[in-house]
Structure formats: C-alpha cells, structure tokens
C-alpha cells in the first residue's frame, strides 16, 4: 500500500514556486502579493493563517493579514475587500472562513474580484470551471488533482466516488474528476447523506474520495480490493487528529491512501501559493 505524501509533494511544489517568483520577480520588479482577511479570533482559522503565512514567506510572496474583531460591521468587511481589490501590489485575497455569526460569508466571498479569488470560490470560477474553461480553482480539490498526478494515478476510464457535496470540496472535485483529461475523464458518482446503500456504493470505486466530516466514518469494508482512497476530512477527537477513514483497516485494502495529517491539507496550501502565482502572472500581462 502506497502513502499519498501531501506533505512531501507540497514542498516539491513550493519549491518550484519559488524559483518561478524569484525569475519572474526579476524582471515585474515586484513580487505576487497575497492578502488574507482574518475575522475574529477563532483558533483553527489563526494556526491555519499562520501556516500560510509561512509558506508565502517560503516561496518568496508578499504577505499580509488583515485580523478584524469579531464585531466588524458587514459594510466595513466589504469595503476592506473593495481597497484589497483595487490594490495593485495585491495579487490574490483570501477570506478565510468560517465568519463570525452576522455576517455573509456569501456576499462577502462574491464582492472579492474574480481574478484576486485565489480560494476560487467566486461564482464566475465555479462558472469557469463547470464549463472546463481556464481559471482559479477551488484549492483543496485542486490539490487532490494535483496529488494523483505527481503519483501518476491516472483516473481515466475509472470509477469514482465522491462523499460529500460541499461547494467547498465535494461539488468542485466531481467536476474536476469529470474533466477531459488523464487525471479527470472519470466516471464519477456524487454521494451524500440522502445516498441509499452507501456502502455498496463506495464498494464500486476505483477511486475513493471522503469528504464528509465525520471521523473514521469509512471503514476497510466500505472499499474495494486495491483502490485508491483519498481522505480530505480532518476532525479534532479524544485520539488526536482524526481523517475520515479508519486508517488501520482502509489501508489493509486500498493501494494508495492519504494520512490524516500529512496528506490533503498540506496540498490545499500549497494550491493557494499556486492561484496566486497564476493571479500574479495574469496580472503583470
């Protein structure tokens, strides 16, 4: 059984960040910014920040975050966001979620300009994406992509299987896996809390990818003999960090499968320095 090395492949990746910003630097004369807007002081989204505040000063990208308190009115969020979009030392802005209660993660997500959505949540790049057309993607599922290509697994002529229909991972990685293309062209099946007979479902995939939130909710005989498994879940319990699979007794079965740590999130970062290097260079023309 192969471990899917998200931490591993990231580096590679910043690596290669890295020496395309300093080329490119070289001659713009300035490097790919990147603006986080951090609302509130609530724990994960801090340590998440800071993760990607190190991983921009790593590859060579400016770096800034704007931390508002937990009572910012709507109406100032957004003009913060509207002074970020017309910025022209800001490549990308992140929002980083969840939003205090209050306010519209929505409304706010949809004021970001397109081409500065490097979280790719905006409706014009889900737009984009839905019709197979160029542009920011959504970091996690991208990530995913991206994981199964540096390992060569193609998803070709597959079965696929996805749990979960979030706009955030589900949604956006069936449409990735159903691209044209050696690492998309599968047969995908979209499954979530109203799927009947979800187990037998999940029996059928070549790959198998869990989103769902719920931890060491797939067990070894949920998945067919030598498939791929991908684990994006990630959930705090009285073990330590938990995925979505049950790590002993999925990997007695699969022949690939991501770690919970080490595995998709560091790959979602390291798609996010991405988008804003493609934003960058976008941007310079």
Not at 204 to 228: C, I, Y
Not at 231 to 242: A, E, N
Not at 271 to 276: E, P
Request: proline share 6%; aromatic share 4%; with cysteine.
């Amino acid at each position: 059984m192969r471990i899917l090395d998200g931490k591993a492949t990231a580096a590679a990746i910043r690596a290669e960040l890295k020496t395309k910003i300093d080329s490119l630097a070289a001659k713009a004369g300035r490097r790919p910014g990147l603006a986080v807007i951090l609302v509130g002081d609530d724990g994960p989204s801090q340590t998440y920040v800071r993760n990607k505040e190190r991983a921009c000063i790593e590859v060579g990208m400016h770096s800034e975050v704007q931390r508002l308190p937990a009572d910012t009115p709507q109406t100032e969020l957004l003009a913060r966001i509207e002074v970020l979009n017309a910025r022209a030392d800001i490549d990308g802005i992140l929002l980083q979620l969840p939003l205090p209660a209050g306010l519209d993660s929505r409304l706010c997500l949809e004021r970001i300009a397109p081409d500065k959505d490097v979280d790719g949540f905006h409706p014009m790049n889900m737009g984009k994406l839905m019709l197979g057309l160029p542009g920011l993607r959504p970091c996690t599922p991208a990530g995913v992509i991206e994981l199964l290509r540096r390992y060569g697994l193609s998803t070709r002529g597959k079965k696929a299987v996805v749990i979960g229909r979030s706009n955030i991972v589900g949604k956006p990685l069936s449409v990735l896996l159903g691209l044209k293309g050696e690492y998309g062209d599968a047969t995908v099946t979209l499954c979530h809390s109203a799927t009947p007979d979800l187990a037998e479902v999940c029996r059928t995939a070549d790959f198998l990818f869990v989103a769902a939130g719920k931890p060491e909710f797939l067990t070894g005989d949920m998945v067919k003999q030598g498939a791929v498994v991908v684990d994006v879940g990630i959930s705090v319990t009285p073990k330590g960090l938990r995925g979505d699979c049950d790590f002993a007794s999925v990997s007695a079965v699969a022949s690939a499968l991501t770690p919970v740590p080490g595995g998709v999130g560091p790959m979602t970062i390291a798609m996010l320095l991405s988008n804003s290097v493609q934003a960058y260079c976008s941007h310079l023309g």
